[in-house]
């Protein structure tokens, strides 16, 4: 039986709040305090040569503050097996709670710096722990809380950025290193949390430690199941053991694995999760409404990756992901031709704001999910989240940079960019993606080899009619 009558839910928890809560938090936090850091570089310039500081110059540095977050992000990803993230968060916010009293925005860089590593660095430990702490039945639940708890991050930044709580001139580094709190709590308390009990059993080969962590996670049982499944597991780690980010990219056993979960997070990234305020400001809603808005949006983020937790058991994967991405195509061309009827209708700026939560809504409740989890065995694991983490944190840091060349140059029409890519992991996912809900790691692995073996037979056959026609 694997009901969390044990400690499971506690340590989800803990695990959430120094994870990717903490990246939620991060990817938001910059969009209220932004007039009052600019105000600050500007002072501090201003105290420091006696001159106000050349427009350029601002932009450069400001530029350098938001783009760093993903610098860090990008080396943090290659560092999945250090633990010391919420140490490094712990620092990042001293640095950014004292950049104010010591008038120094290279501070504020440093801190982004060390904010982006350990909210990578959090978020891939996060990742891994709820991949092997979960039971096969609970797998797409327990990993779904990620999401979960990512927007839960982005809901509270936006929350504390209120005027009426902490987002005055005054407190603006406040703001910026509030989670720190919470890494406090979570460096208290993980010491006296179970380790995960695919590590101790796959790795450690202790499997009485493993059988004692599943009980006080999961509650009293046998686990025999589970034990069977990781014991399997362990005799293919024997066959095929640990390898390199580097290896891995050559295994061809693997290719299909990592071409899906490549495109997979292409789609996510490029499909303009990351810009609603931007849109929300291009749509002409008033900046001092913008702010409720997007806490109403995120309340509507935390509700549907909830219910997607509930529910992606019982549906399963696929279906949540193909139909997210085709509503969020949908929503993208739909934006794109109400943002041109602007000028001629007053309700289009309310009409673009329901599109983009509906928008948000279908990307929470399905490519939200993580599934590098689930489709790469515990050999391969370590790796594949080196792999993707930096893939992430590039296209991010990329992203940042592009976004507002290609809002300005293509206007309205950049939204066709992003409603393409949905559509691209629509099409990839319905045809090429296979079920994993209750399988195990290598049943799933297996379904991927099989689809390895016919694309690499079928381009045989092509090469042989090839070689034919030529002769």
């Not at 327990?142 to 509270?156: E, P």
């Not at 709580?165 to 290193?177: A, D, H, K, T």
Request: charge should be positive; hydrophobic fraction near 50%.
């Amino acid at each position: 039986m694997t009901t969390a009558r044990g400690n499971a839910l506690f340590l989800i928890l803990i695990l959430g709040i120094g994870g990717s809560f903490q990246s939620g938090y991060h990817i938001t936090s910059l969009s209220s305090p932004s007039p009052f850091i600019q105000h600050f570089i500007n002072s501090t310039w201003y105290e420091r040569y006696a001159a106000p500081p050349p427009r350029h110059t601002v932009t450069i540095i400001w530029s350098l503050i938001v783009s760093m977050y993903a610098v860090g992000g990008l080396f943090g990803a290659v560092s999945v097996k250090c633990f010391l993230s919420l140490f490094i968060a712990i620092a990042a916010a001293t640095i950014m709670l004292t950049s104010k009293w010591a008038k120094s925005y290279e501070m504020i860089i440093v801190a982004r710096v060390l904010f982006g590593y350990s909210a990578a660095l959090g978020m891939s430990t996060h990742l891994m722990y709820l991949s092997e702490m979960s039971p096969r039945k609970l797998r797409g639940t327990v990993t779904m809380s990620s999401a979960t708890f990512a927007s839960i991050g982005k809901l509270s930044a936006q929350f504390f950025g209120l005027s009426e709580i902490l987002g005055r001139q005054e407190l603006w580094n406040v703001v910026l290193c509030a989670p720190a709190c919470l890494s406090v709590v979570q460096v208290m308390v993980l010491p006296y949390l179970p380790e995960a009990p695919r590590y101790l059993f796959i790795e450690k080969r202790d499997d009485k430690a493993c059988q004692k962590a599943l009980q006080s996670l999961w509650g009293q049982g046998d686990f025999k199941q589970e034990m069977e499944e990781m014991l399997t597991e362990q005799a293919t780690m024997e066959a095929a053991p640990t390898k390199s980010p580097l290896l891995l990219l050559r295994d061809q056993t693997v290719r299909w694995q990592l071409i899906t979960m490549s495109t997979i997070y292409c789609c996510n990234q490029l499909s303009g999760i990351t810009f609603a305020f931007d849109i929300f400001q291009r749509a002409g809603i008033p900046a001092d409404r913008i702010r409720y808005i997007t806490i109403g949006l995120g309340i509507s983020e935390i509700i549907t990756s909830i219910s997607c937790g509930l529910l992606i058991e019982r549906a399963g994967r696929r279906p949540l992901f193909w139909a997210g991405y085709g509503v969020m195509s949908a929503c993208w061309l739909s934006v794109t031709v109400v943002l041109n009827l602007k000028g001629s209708v007053s309700w289009a700026p309310y009409l673009t704001a329901v599109l983009i939560i509906l928008f948000i809504v279908f990307f929470c409740g399905g490519p939200a999910g993580t599934l590098n989890s689930e489709i790469f065995i515990q050999s391969n694991r370590v790796s594949a989240f080196v792999l993707f983490g930096v893939q992430r944190w590039f296209v991010l840091a990329v992203l940042g940079l592009a976004f507002p060349i290609l809002i300005d140059a293509l206007d309205s029409y950049c939204f066709v960019i992003f409603a393409c890519m949905s559509l691209l992991g629509c099409v990839y996912v319905f045809f090429f993606l296979p079920e994993t809900k209750g399988k195990t790691l290598l049943e799933i692995s297996d379904q991927f080899k099989f689809e390895t073996l016919l694309v690499t037979q079928l381009q045989d056959i092509h090469w042989t009619k090839n070689i034919l026609h030529a002769l």
